[in-house]
């Protein structure tokens, strides 16, 4: 194969539960890792809005074919929310991910690689919905925005259906679209579960976090490899790949959230994610007081250990990830858009992710 269109260096330290401790990485030092929904999108990335376009537009052409008039307009609208797919900073996470896959293993991008990138893109928007309206007060307010992540819902499967006549094995394509989506989903429940309940454990935090992240990668990258070809071992290759790159997106997101300014941040909600739920298990953790953080809550949870905890595990979860590129480049896979949508993967944990790094060579 050509030559890499990344650069190579040695990580110099052993990632927990790698499996190769001494695996060539394939991203600088300060990679950084996309924002998450309402962060920044990932600026910079080379060609990313000539990907997004024809993504954008695919979904847009979905929607007017497949969704009832009576609310194409109001769906519409909801995706033109920041953060979401067809707001100009959208970062369309799964969509971008599921084209680059395509490519790395048929080499080129048509419709077949637009429609599948187009439907996994709708069912991670419904599945934001849900986060979304769960994350909000019980008012009912937000009930017309459920009745449209439904709509997105079957708008997604109607481009799946489509894009798996393209595939070699359509039903097969279809039986993994449907059973992966149907197990981050559970991912989702038990999130959901655990927030209801409280007194989540990290053992608990940390199942929720990889099947409702890692199931939403898996989905996505194996999607895209069965449309586009790919053999079973290489469609296993890259469901590895999503199942890292989509936890350790999760990961970064958690560690931004977990204790930012004001009444938005994790902690100040009480989320089960896994640096809030580290940090309650400490005996001197202190609660906020009416949704607020004070500044003493802050001091304490930076030094409670839980920024590093997470940041050793979304370490862990880059290694993995920059491990599944180096395979499938010996496999003769066209990975380079992929590397670049690794290193794009976050703006936000840099300087974490830099102190864990420290920590762990000093």
């Known amino acids: 194969m050509e030559p890499f269109l990344f650069k190579i260096f040695e990580a110099g330290f052993p990632v927990p539960d790698s499996r190769s401790s001494s695996a060539p990485s394939l991203l600088s030092p300060d990679a950084r890792i996309a924002g998450s929904r309402i962060g ?30 009576a609310i194409r307009e109001d769906l519409l609208k909801l995706l033109r929310r920041p953060g979401y797919a067809l707001h100009p900073e959208g970062a369309c996470r799964a969509g971008r991910l599921a ?29 934001y919905v849900f986060d979304e309206v769960a994350d909000t007060a019980p008012d009912g307010k937000r009930s017309e925005d459920l009745a449209l992540a439904t709509a997105l819902l079957a708008a ?33 429940f038990l999130d959901a579960m655990l927030q209801n309940r409280g007194g989540a454990t990290l053992e608990e935090a940390l199942k929720a976090t990889c099947l409702k992240a890692g199931g939403l990668g898996r989905f996505v990258t194996g999607f895209a490899a069965r449309i586009a070809g790919a053999d079973g071992d290489g469609v296993a290759l890259f469901e590895r790949l999503g199942d890292h790159t989509f936890t350790l997106a999760q990961l970064v997101d958690d560690l931004r959230d977990a204790c930012a300014p004001g009444e938005a ?3 100040a909600q009480g989320k089960a994610t896994l640096p809030v739920v580290f940090y309650g298990q400490g005996i001197d953790s202190l609660v906020p007081v009416n949704g607020m953080l004070s500044a003493e809550v802050r001091n304490l949870y930076e030094s409670s250990g839980a920024p590093l905890y997470v940041g050793i595990l979304a370490h862990a979860y880059m290694n993995r990830a920059e491990e599944d590129l180096f395979v499938l480049a010996q496999r003769g896979y066209a990975v380079g858009g992929l590397v670049r949508f690794l290193e794009s993967v976050d703006s936000g944990a840099g300087e974490t992710l830099g102190a864990v790094r420290s920590s762990l060579v000093s």
């Open 40 to 69: 920044p999108s990932p600026k910079g990335t080379p060609g990313s809005e000539s990907v997004l376009g024809p993504l954008r537009q695919q979904i847009q052409e979905v929607i007017a074919t497949r969704v009832s008039s």
């Open 265 to 267: 941040s994790d902690l």
């Open 99 to 127: 084209l680059e896959v395509h490519e790395a293993v048929s080499r080129e991008s048509g419709r077949a690689a637009v429609l599948a990138a187009a439907a996994v893109e709708l069912q991670m928007e419904a599945m």
């Open 156 to 188: 997604g499967v109607a481009a799946a259906v489509e894009a798996a006549t393209y595939s070699p094995d359509p039903s097969v394509a279809l039986d993994h679209f449907c059973r992966a989506y149907s197990e981050s989903s559970a991912g989702q």
